[in-house]
């Protein structure tokens, strides 16, 4: 399996402040990679970092390749990256309530993107396209919805034309960040589907930003756990869900787990994630650990065959034999 | 989308309609009788009947005020009490110069604002932003006589390229009218420019951050491109609003650029009304001042139709 997007020690800094650390991961063709975290984990910043769309003051170090291009994406110009975006590599943002230009038809949105990228040369042909693709994403008469202006949408719709915007020109990469999170319930299945089937249909290699445990496990083969802005834990969903090795990890699904209750109560991770910047130095989870001893004061190294499996904990959790 | 025009319209109506009976009301309670006013305190009573004789003051406010808006609706002004000549004409050629500058400067402060405005946003970041954007405040706190007075210094006194002051209609003579316009244009259009300037950077400082220019980023496109193209139309709602409020600041405020360069607009022909005390022609004058507020706000309304499709549903 070819890997379509290779990140290796990715960062995000902001002056001397380092927000993302060493952040290595790899998605191939037609896998799907789960990025979880808490909010505050750097779980976006990693996918703008990606993109290149970091907003103005951040600055990413490290090297992201996508399969093909020969240049480092990370340092690279406008001229490098802006035919990229959109083309090999699209992204579906986690608000769609404010993702799409209110001002501006549905259709001529979903459009913009294959005439920029040549996909169609004639506007025409383009718009055709463009509901041919409404159709595909599931969205009830697309001819009219091509007419509409976003806010004639409901949020679950204008999900679907943003992941038709993102999906238009059959990108390699597929970036979601949080896609589901805004929508309703009922909603998320719908949009998670069409995510997935786009995904399928296109081979394309698909990395999923959440917080919903859930949505990776039913989504995703590969899961990294981010936490501080540090990758803590990587593996198979199926091996990484059923035995956590990291603290973090074991707390994060312990949390999810409705069903396990302490005297009524839900269980929680102890405190809170702290500001950019306050995360302590060595294991950046230590000062929310139980286990934690004086040897987390120094960075734990990563325990795994590879950086795709495995975990950086110094007290891992045992797993029963 | 109809509807809403036909509400918009019937909102200019119903606003001209009380402005007519506020304005009228005015001068009721103003002491004495406009005959009186017009003739001074030593007048005789008898000169001041047969005054409000000719001009029927003597009749019944309510007549009175129906015969004023009457004349209105057929673009009567009625005479002037004190030169007893028709307003109407006079109020044209006034109305006239007035729209030559106002428009004419405000074409020039958009030029200047809209393009400058955006640099300055995109490169707030950046010394050449800060700088431009230092010298737009600077713009913003030399007021226009001033401008006026400098440019004049320059250009009329020690260049001697343009007339320092002056009006011809152009009708007489264009290549004139065009030399006297240049300047009054300039001192207003620069100082209106610069403050127009800062709120299309604020606006479009505001539309940078939004979410769906970083949407039109993850398609493609580049920085500035994604800015015009999904930006601007956006940041045009804050900063027509301002432009509309400058066009009707300008109506009456370009009177004190109109007495710099001796121009002889509406704002001036105000003062004068007041300085002869002409009483009917002040009234005509407020009238046709407040009807041109209005309609810029009218159009204004219907700017944001076209820019803001949110707005054009019927909740």
Redesign the interface.
Known sequence: MSAVLKAEGLGVHTGDLALVQDVTLTVGRGERVGLIGESGSGKSLTALALMGLLPEGLHATGSVRLDGSPADLVGADEDELAPLRGKRMSMVFQEPMTALNPTMRIGDQVAEGMLLHRAHRRRAAARSAAVELLDDVGLPSPAEAARAYPHQLSGGQRQRVVAAIALANDPDLLICDEPTTALDVTVQALVLDLITRGVAARDAALLFITHDLGVVATVCDRVLVMYGGRIVEAGEVAQVFTRPRHRYTSGLLAASDLARTDDGRLLTIPGSVPQAGAFPAGCVFRNRCAAATSACETLPSWVGPDPEHGHACVHPVEVPA | MILRLLSRLAVLVASLAVSTMVVFGFMVVLPGSPARVALGVNASDASVAQLEQEFGLDRPKGVQYLDWVGGLLRFDLGRSYVSRAEIAPQIADRLQVTLWLVVTSTVLALVIAVPLGVLMAVRH?RASGVLLSALSQVGVAVPAFLAGVLLVALFSVRLGWLPANGWTPPVEDPAMFLEQLVLPVLSLGLVQGAVLARYVRSAVLDVMR???I??????????MRALV??GL??AAIPVVTVLGLQLATLLVGAVVIERVFVIPGLGSGLLDAVANRDLILVQDIVMLLVTAVLIVNFVVDLLYLV????LR?VR
Request: charged share 50%; proline share 9%; glycine share 4%.
């Open positions: 970041r939004e979410d769906y970083r949407t039109a980023r993850a398609k493609g496109l580049r920085p193209r999904h139309r956006n820019i803001d499709p949110r549903s």
